[in-house]
């Protein structure tokens, strides 16, 4: 199995087998004497097998690692670099169905690693094992509670916003409602089941339209995806607000405060020309990526920019977080419909075309 452009996946104990986590974490933890790490994982009955070998195989190669057990895809890369750790890894297949695991693995800075280190990995992982001794693994538990106190310590005040957020079954079912009740929001919770089986199962960020019609009882609704990476909105109409729209409310807000470093905001190849028409129209350059947000990013750091994602719902906020992260904008797309007092349905109104 090789790296795609989001880790690697495949069908869990099939394809993605306890085998090959064993020596992926072996070739992880032995790229560098005394490797540190974090792991985290979503909520798939096969998680905590795939965790639990990748984990036997770095600590075999001397490494040390934190095991946060729970946790989106953005905390794992948060907490990578808050306890100064070589790698993240996440054991997720992110949107997929439930039958799917994948490995994901960040930098010491939070961002996902480069292609030239995926090759080396996988060029390890056909090769002979590293055994060292002083290897370890360490429970930890405070990681939800520092990840929860990160996306809550904005400064934002929710007071009376009516939100209704979609956990998808997966890894943000208890970090984005303690968030936003931190915030102060009336919130309301679906899909907030810990039951692996049903994760992305007709429900979060692929599946967004299902909640059109409860959305009209609510000032905001968030759809996340299984790993928390992915944001789909849904404004007070019950019209969704995409990926593409995100960037432009962003935008917008950011270029309106001073804050939209370099001017410009990065796309895909997939991004509604609609959009890119009406982030110009606003006196901002647009950018355009190869699809896959590390491909985002990798545009994002050249040129100088701080914004820029998917259609999908990943969504680059490099000013907030080094990654994808789908609770940090969904707040921040929350700040900015409370500072200015107008319903998302006007924040994101825009002409799209047909695509």
Known sequence: MK?????????????????????????????????RAVIGRDTRISGED????FCKGFIDAGGEILDLGLMPTAGVAYLAIKHACDYGVVISASHNPPEYNGIKVFDGEGHKISESLEREIEDRISGKLYMRKGGARIAYDNGEAEYVAFLADKGVN?????????????????IAPEVFRKLGAEVT????????TVINDNCGAVYAELLSEKAKEFDLTFSFDGDGDRLIALDEKGEIVDGDKNLLVIGKYLKSKGLLQGNIITGTLMTNIG??????????????????DKYVLRNLLAKGGILGGEGSGHTLILSESTTGDGVQTAVVISK????????????????????
């Open 3 to 35: 790296f795609g452009t989001d880790g690697i996946r495949g069908i869990a104990y099939e394809e993605l087998s306890e085998d090959f986590a064993y020596k992926a974490g072996n070739a992880l933890g032995g790229l560098k004497e005394k490797c």
């Open 50 to 53: 795939l965790s639990n070998a």
């Open 158 to 174: 929710l007071k009376s916003v009516k939100i209704l957020l979609d956990c998808s079954n997966g890894a943000t079912s208890r």
């Open 189 to 196: 919770v679906v899909n907030d089941s810990l039951d692996g």
């Open 275 to 292: 959009i890119q028409r009406e982030i110009e129209a606003c006196g901002i350059c647009f950018d355009r990526a190869d699809v896959g």
């Open 336 to 355: 900015i419909v409370s500072e200015s007092k107008k319903p998302l349905s006007v924040m994101a109104k825009a002409v799209t075309v047909p695509q």
